[in-house]
């Protein structure tokens, strides 16, 4: 073997090496960039599973608030429903309604809460003593139009009822009868749904004097049919 060609073979050896050294290096490099994006990662986790841990413990405690008041709005319902919840028979609290879809983690709170006031607002109103909101004075100049507006629909039906007595010979009495009685109590027809409406509508109830209006707004109507259906 000849200087030159040992010396080539010299320099291709050390070629050799030098690209080994080089790829070594970037793959040393590549494994540390991997092993640091891997514990990043991890660490990413690490710090989505406590806070997930953290939103589900809140979440637990906000389920048992809920059912401990809406148990004790259930409970007072119970006590202060008055004659409609007797006859209703209300029983125990309801199983809670499974949703199609779960709201999301930071309405669940607000949620509850807000149903939760909407259905003690709905339950103060009606417990025993409790203060009611006074009815507004803008609201009396209506309530004899209502009474009217009850009591003629009211007297319609009973003078329907009298003119069917004249065409049905065998239920002649019982018709009249009943369309006299429907029209006696038509002034006071517009009682129920007025204060239906100022429950719901207001938090308040009739008082004396509203009722009075809407049954003055009931006879004047009825004095009205009396005079038309005696023409």
Not at 14 to 27: H, I, Q, T
Request: hydrophobic share 50%.
């Amino acid at each position: 073997m000849s200087a030159g060609e040992y010396r080539r073979l010299v320099g291709a050896l050390a070629a050799a090496a030098r690209e080994r050294d080089g790829k070594l290096a970037a793959a040393e490099r590549a494994y540390q960039d991997g092993a640091a994006a891997a514990s990043a990662e991890v660490a990413r986790s690490d710090a989505a599973l406590v806070e997930a841990e953290r939103a589900a413990s809140g979440a637990a405690i906000t389920v048992v608030d809920v059912d401990r008041e809406a148990a004790r709005i259930w409970d007072e319902l119970r006590r202060v429903g008055g004659w409609w919840a007797r006859l209703r028979r209300v029983g125990e609290l309801p199983l809670p309604d499974h949703a199609g879809h779960a709201p999301a983690a930071g309405t669940v709170e607000v949620e509850a809460v807000a149903l939760l006031d909407a259905a003690a607002r709905r339950i103060d109103p009606v417990r025993r003593g409790a203060p009611r909101a006074p009815l507004p004075r803008w609201l009396l100049p209506l309530l004899p139009p209502l009474g009217a507006i009850a009591a003629t629909m009211t007297g319609l039906v009973a003078g329907g009822l009298v003119t069917l007595a004249h065409f049905d010979s065998e239920l002649a009495w019982p018709l009249r009868l009943l369309g006299w009685l429907t029209f006696l109590i038509a002034p006071f027809t517009g009682v129920p749904p007025a204060a239906l409406w100022v429950g719901r509508q207001f938090g308040s109830r009739l008082d004396t004097g509203a009722i009075g209006l809407i049954v003055l707004g009931g006879m004047a109507a009825g004095c009205g049919l009396s005079l038309l259906f005696a023409r």
